[in-house]
């Protein structure tokens, strides 16, 4: 399964648990099993669980009007459609929306997220019949379980759940009025992961006590809106705020972040990636099946698996740059103790500088006008405290390799899906192969973006040498 998965996708880590007890455990170097993952959409069933507090304590209703609950939010002018979407409606992402309001669409307001997603129009034949992706829903189920329950969904999670499992202090980013974002912004670790799952395959108990209301959980993984374009596949229909088919639900969050649990076995996986692969479901599905209808395999066939799945696993890690040297090439090209100014890149680098140590690649950098220092390491990686406390993006993995007369460094955002890749080349300049050359050609590659799609998703820039 993980050969299959290795080829399908990249992986940072995995975490597969057996009624309850793990038995298998890795994550690609430089990722680790420590360090929480920014979860995209998977974050949005902690947002369903904590609909579920409200609904089993008589604070919300399913069939009401979601607007009952968020009246003083909206805008003075407002599409009346609104008045027809219930609370359902948005956990089945059926509130007729034309369009995604994801984090990115979020995160360019500086106040007043509610009242600026009451003001999108929506679709109203569409209200309560046909699914519709959008976040938006999300951050307004967020909203009104803050109102009604007084707490926001971090504050119940980590109350109710997160402490009683033994978590550490978990992170959710909010709203600037102080609400659960609901739809991204949640921080686990695939351990984190697959343990949630072992809470939902118990029916929300954890040690004797009933942490998430048994009803609540049997319901939100039951089908409720078929997805367009999944027939056929292992999660076809969406349910309140998870995915969900008829051998298996999973929450999923993008880039390749999983919790997925059997229905018929007591397994539950927890992933982190960096991917676009949309096979990774269907793939566990299939290997996870033929292990259980392997069960009887001879004790010499089991114990050979073992021993491959420990060999598999001892040592894995993501792909090193491109690139057999660690000394430069091309004699006087005058990269190393040479400061580059660079032309606008989407990491908003504005100068760096290179040196070399050893076989570490010291970095000096001006990024959005704040200075930083890295190091990278020749097929090694190198951890970066680059943004001390910052939990959104704290830790930065780099490792470097020199391919003929191009430097390639790759650096692995920890706390997130993102692998980014730099290239620098010197622009030729005359005839001589020896010339000093003031000029790099840039270019950035990054696993997996937000951006609008550029082509072979790689970003070109340049750099020029500034004078002494």
């Not at 999300?138 to 109350?159: A, F, P, Q, W």
């Not at 993984?221 to 998870?242: D, F, M, R, T």
């Not at 010291?362 to 190091?375: M, N």
């Not at 951890?383 to 790759?410: E, M, T, V, W």
Request: net charge neutral.
């Amino acid at each position: 399964m993980l050969e299959v998965l290795e080829k399908e996708a990249e992986l940072h880590s995995i975490s597969v648990k057996y009624e309850g007890k793990t038995i298998l455990e890795g994550a690609w170097k430089p990722f680790t099993l420590e360090d929480p993952q920014m979860m995209h959409s998977l974050s949005k069933t902690g947002t369903a669980i904590c609909v579920g507090f409200a609904l089993d304590e008589g604070k919300l209703k399913l069939e009401a009007p979601f607007l009952d609950y968020i009246r003083e939010d909206l805008p003075e002018e407002y599409d009346p459609a609104l008045e027809k979407i219930t609370v359902y409606d948005l956990l089945t992402m059926q509130a007729g929306s034309p369009f995604c309001c994801n984090n990115v669409w979020f995160s360019r307001l500086e106040k007043n997220w509610e009242t600026a997603w009451l003001r999108e129009k929506k679709i109203l034949e569409d209200i309560g019949k046909v699914f519709h992706y959008d976040s938006g829903c999300s951050y307004t189920l967020s909203r009104i379980v803050t109102k009604v329950m007084g707490k926001n969904c971090r504050t119940l999670l980590d109350e109710r759940v997160f402490e009683k499992m033994g978590f550490r202090e978990i992170r959710w980013l909010s709203s600037p009025e102080g609400h659960s974002t609901g739809g991204w912004g949640l921080y686990l670790t695939a351990r984190e992961i697959s343990e949630l799952g072992v809470l939902f395959l118990r029916k929300g108990k954890w040690k004797g006590e009933q942490l998430i209301p048994a009803w609540w959980v049997e319901t939100l993984s039951k089908p409720q809106v078929a997805i367009p374009g999944c027939a056929g596949k292992a999660l076809s229909h969406y349910a309140y705020h998870i995915k969900a088919g008829k051998e298996m639900f999973a929450a999923e969050g993008a880039f390749g972040q999983f919790l997925l649990c059997f229905r018929n076995f007591p397994v539950t996986i927890g992933i982190t990636a960096g991917t676009t692969a949309e096979r990774i479901p269907d793939i566990c599905l299939a290997y996870i099946k033929e292990a259980f209808q392997q069960r009887s395999a001879a004790p010499e066939l089991r114990a050979e698996h073992s021993r491959n799945l420990k060999k598999k696993t001892a040592d894995l890690s993501l792909a090193f740059p491109k690139g057999e040297h660690a000394q430069w090439e091309v004699d006087n090209w005058m990269l190393m103790n040479q400061k580059f100014s660079f032309s606008e890149n989407p990491r908003g680098i504005q100068e760096a500088l290179f040196l070399q140590e050893n076989d570490n690649l010291e970095i000096w950098l001006k990024i959005d006008g704040e200075e930083k220092q890295l190091t990278a390491g020749f097929r090694k990686w190198i951890r970066n405290d680059l943004y001390p406390g910052n939990f959104r993006h704290q830790y930065h993995c780099l490792a470097y390799a020199f391919d003929g007369s191009a430097l390639r460094i790759k650096v692995a955002l920890i706390n997130t899906s993102y692998v980014e890749t730099y290239t620098l080349r010197p622009t030729v300049a005359g005839d001589s192969a020896t010339a000093i050359h003031p000029q790099l050609t840039c270019s950035w590659q990054p696993n997996v973006t937000y951006l609008p799609p550029a082509p072979d998703n790689t970003w070109h820039f340049t750099a020029t040498r500034k004078p002494e």
